[in-house]
């Protein structure tokens, strides 16, 4: 996909302009789009503003998703990806929160946000003020931890399904299908052995 990117920063420009001068929003072009980082204090006011302001109209949440940077002071990034049908255009809202800080939650604007934030809590912990339901949504109620974030251990938890031969939910020792490998650009990992192998076959085969 091809962005006009001298009308994205066009656009990017006119929201800094109308929304209030009180509201910090910095702009990015990536790859996909126009990009708008903002506080969490600002979030509610920014989204109600692209949702209402008739040249933006961005009025449904496709995704609200979790991004964790354990290095920074601000770990965690909540991403927000709003779409006009209006004006068939795609713009995302991000911002950075602590590990404990609370973010407003923006189930006043799109209802829809409810079981996304809701994912974004459970995987990460993100805890969203005024939210009317913040429960987990994935893993069990008893669960312990959050599963996204990077520091969080591979094993030692139980996990739970559903047993058709029993008819009840049972509990078990988390197991990886494979042993942990960090993988990394000096990695033998490329598959060229294989090709290898199958080539000299090949030419074993021809030479019979």
């Known amino acids: 996909m091809t962005i006009n990117v001298k009308k994205l920063n066009k656009f990017g420009e006119y929201i800094k302009s109308n929304i209030p001068d009180q509201i910090k929003v910095t702009t990015e072009i990536v790859t996909d789009g126009l990009v708008l980082n903002v506080q969490p204090d600002d979030l509610i006011r920014v989204l109600f503003f692209l949702r209402d302001n008739t040249s933006c109209t961005f009025k449904q949440l496709v995704d609200v998703f979790g991004v964790d940077y354990p290095e920074r002071e601000k770990r965690f990034e909540v991403v927000y990806n709003l779409l006009s049908l209006n004006h068939n255009q795609r713009i995302r809202v991000k911002t950075n929160v602590s590990e404990g800080e609370e973010i407003p939650s923006a189930t006043v604007v799109f209802k829809s946000a409810g079981w996304l934030e809701r994912e974004v809590f459970d995987m990460y912990g ?9 429960r987990r949504i994935l893993t069990d109620y008893g669960f312990e931890g959050h599963p996204q974030r990077k520091d969080f251990p591979l094993t030692g938890y139980k996990e739970v399904r559903y047993d058709e031969k029993k008819k009840q939910v049972i509990y078990e020792d988390v197991k990886l299908d494979q042993e942990f490998r960090n993988f990394d650009f000096a990695s033998p990992w490329d598959g060229t052995e294989y090709v ?8 074993a085969s021809a030479e019979e």
């Open 196 to 203: 290898n192998s199958v080539d000299d076959n090949k030419k």
């Open 126 to 134: 993100v805890r969203f003020i005024y939210h009317p339901d913040l």
